[in-house]
């Protein structure tokens, strides 16, 4: 089993549909990253949170510690947003500094 | 552009030969890191350093692999005699102590 895990795997959306990709988690973590990749490439951080709710434009990120679960909310989802999406987690394993666990990603594809 | 850059973008090398990767982090980041992703997967950690020291190596870096930072600053990853398993996109990200990570577009890898 993976440390970290997502689902869906793969989603399909019309254009201004509300869009949920969820994040679990079996270790304990210090924070969690949303991450968005693009086709070729490169990715971008869009949230690191560690408590809470963040919000960024349509996007919305929560994190329920206790659960070890998060979720990706994207409102007004629009063709754009069609990109893969990854959770990761900061994680400590007995003396080390830390590092990322990445889920294996949610492909998103919005259509018009 | 102030954020994490890496060189090259691509490159093709045929199989056996050495290869070497560099990235810039951002400049006031002492964090660096190494991960390797392939194709549907998420990135897969490979090495951490904290300024000029290595402090974490997967065991997914094997002995053909290296990677150095020698002031701080850029680091370099080198794999020697490479192998097709090699082919994959190599990313770079750094941070500081406590603050999210930021992503290179990372170096498409293909090995012919």
């Known amino acids: 089993k993976n440390e970290v895990e997502q689902s869906p795997q793969n989603l399909t959306a019309q254009e201004g549909e509300f869009i949920t990709i969820n994040c679990s988690y079996s270790?304990?973590?210090?924070?969690l990253h949303w991450l968005q990749q693009h086709p070729g490439g490169g990715i971008v951080s869009l949230f690191m949170?560690?408590?809470g709710k963040k919000k960024h434009g349509r996007l919305i990120a929560t994190i329920n510690i206790q659960e070890k679960h998060s979720s990706l909310h994207i409102t007004a989802s629009h063709p754009r947003d069609s990109a893969v999406y990854i959770c990761?987690?900061?994680?400590?394993?007995?003396?080390?500094?830390?590092?990322?666990?990445f889920g294996k990603g949610t492909k998103l594809s919005v259509k018009p | 552009d102030t954020g994490v850059s890496q060189d090259p973008r691509h490159k093709i090398t045929k199989r056996g030969q050495n290869v070497t990767f560099r990235c810039d982090p951002i400049?006031?980041?002492?964090?660096l890191y190494w991960y390797r992703q392939t194709l549907g997967q998420g990135p897969e950690f490979l090495t951490y350093?904290?300024?000029?020291?290595?402090?974490?190596k997967s065991r997914l870096l094997s002995d053909r692999f290296s990677a150095e930072r020698p002031k701080g600053s850029f680091s370099t990853l080198e794999i020697q005699r490479t192998e097709q398993g090699d082919s994959a996109m190599y990313l770079c990200?750094?941070?500081?102590?406590?603050?999210?990570?930021?992503f290179g577009q990372g170096t498409r890898l293909t090995v012919v």
């Open positions: 949170l560690s408590s």
């Open positions: 350093f904290q300024n000029e020291a290595q402090l974490e």
């Open positions: 400049s006031e980041h002492n964090r």
């Open positions: 990761a987690v900061w994680v400590h394993y007995g003396g080390s500094q830390g590092n990322l666990i």
């Open positions: 270790v304990g973590i210090s924070a």
């Open positions: 990200a750094s941070r500081a102590v406590v603050t999210e990570a930021f």
